[in-house]
């Protein structure tokens, strides 16, 4: 009977493992990482290691997961930089055309905070890293389309890429790390 909670809590780790790995939502990924910490301080107390199993307790489950949720809880804003008024938006009048009708169903999918600037100089690179601008907007008048620019490492792009892959009026370009200062 003693081998088979190790056994049990053993198996409940891999299970929870795999849940980790395979799940989509950030806010649960936590609880399970947190878990997982709890179910393996649990196994190294049974291993007589306690001092291992408070360090697990503290910091794998409770100074690790609050990092997370702070840092995710911070990421709810998608900054972009128009670049296709030239330089000019009026506050008081909503943004209308292609481009924010899909930047604002993305927004909304996603449950982020739209802020939309402009005016702001610099190249892509000191913009994406230093001022951490997620999303670059310029216009190709000659082809009558859209540029999207932006982060080649922020799993947004990509999200964005495939929610405008059917119009050919907007084309989303992923800049490379040597590019952007990421």
């Known amino acids: 009977m003693s081998d088979l909670i190790p056994l049990i809590l053993q198996i409940l780790l891999i299970l929870v493992a795999l849940a980790i790995v395979l799940h989509e939502k950030n806010f649960t990924i936590i609880i399970l990482f947190s878990t997982f910490s709890l179910i393996a301080a649990t196994l190294y107390a049974i ?3 306690p001092d291992v199993a408070i360090a697990e307790v503290a910091i794998g489950s409770a100074i690790i997961p609050l990092i997370y949720v702070i840092s995710i809880s911070r990421q709810r804003e998608f900054i972009v930089l128009d670049r296709s008024l030239h330089g000019f938006i009026d ?12 930047l604002n169903d993305f927004v909304l999918t996603y449950d982020l905070r739209l802020n939309v600037c402009c005016d702001i100089e610099g190249d892509e690179s000191t913009l994406t890293s ?9 216009h190709d008048i000659e082809n009558d389309r859209y540029i999207l620019k932006g982060k ?3 799993v947004l792009m990509t999200k964005l890429d495939k929610l405008v892959k059917d ?5 989303v370009i992923a800049l490379k790390e040597g590019d952007s200062l990421d």
Not at 167 to 171: E, K, S
């Open 152 to 154: 080649h490492s922020s």
């Open 130 to 138: 230093q001022l951490n601008v997620d999303l670059i907007i310029s």
């Open 47 to 49: 291993n007589k290691a």
């Open 167 to 171: 119009n050919d009026r907007i084309v």
């Open 91 to 102: 506050p008081n009048q909503s943004l209308v055309g292609d481009v924010y009708d899909v």
